[in-house]
């Protein structure tokens, strides 16, 4: 394995006349599991979804051969899959619906009774507490890779509002895809993960601080720069 995947260089991104991501680099390789840690407003989810294809930059961006900016909807589908942070749905779906959209309803069941949602198919999406709903939209989002090597994994904060027991199906589920040779890219506020992955980026005001193995890119300096102050 080992293919690059997704490369990133010098990406800039302006939101509200706000530099949100400001000249980062990345590098995401397939069998990698990286993570993207830095305090809130650091832009994390500015990056997932600039690496996603789904806000205008500016720099270099390759996802395999194809720019994502400039990529269709259906071409981007076969060469990432991306969870928002707050997943939304235009529509009040029933859960079990899901698995249509994405054109795999076997998988999306699947993926449904490793995140223990297989009771939920027939409820509508409205009525779904918050980790509810971010569990059925993980399940979509897993779906779609139905053949993992050389895609990209985008997820932003996978384990807010889950209890633990989806919390460690979703670790599973990240290891599983970088064992069959994705490239999965995770925005995370807990270190503790960050430190169990292959790689982890620093960020802070928008700007890439640290990038490498954990043990280099999280020292006690680095995070106290990163963060003003250890995060508890």
């Known amino acids: 394995m080992n293919e690059l995947v997704l490369q990133a260089e010098a990406l800039g991104v302006e939101l509200g006349g706000r530099r949100v991501v400001d000249g980062v680099s990345v590098q995401l390789r397939s069998g990698g599991l990286t993570a993207v840690v830095g305090p809130n407003g650091a832009g994390k989810t500015s990056l997932l979804r600039t690496l996603a294809g789904l806000i205008p ?26 969870c928002a942070q707050r997943p939304v749905c235009a529509w009040d779906y029933r859960v079990g619906e899901l698995g249509e959209i994405v054109g795999r309803p076997t998988a999306y069941a699947g993926w449904l009774a490793q995140l223990e949602m297989e009771g939920h198919a027939e409820r509508r999406l409205s009525s779904l507490s918050g980790g509810e709903l971010k569990a059925a939209h993980l399940a979509m989002t897993f779906a779609q890779l139905e053949e993992p090597f050389g895609k990209a994994l985008l997820l932003d904060e996978p384990a807010a509002a889950l209890d633990l027991r989806r919390q460690e199906a979703v670790v599973r589920a990240l290891r599983r895809f970088a064992a069959d040779g ?3 890219l995770v925005a995370t506020h807990e270190l503790r993960f960050a430190q169990g992955c292959d790689q982890a980026l620093v960020l802070a005001e928008g700007r890439m601080i640290a990038a490498g193995p954990p043990a280099a890119a999280l020292t006690p300096a680095i995070v106290d720069e990163a963060w003003g102050r250890a995060p508890a």
């Not at 500016?58 to 981007?76: F, I, Q």
């Open 57 to 82: 930059s500016e720099g270099l961006l390759r996802l395999g051969e194809t720019d994502p900016r400039l990529a269709s909807p259906a071409e981007l589908a076969r060469l990432r899959a991306y």
């Open 182 to 184: 994705a490239a999965c």
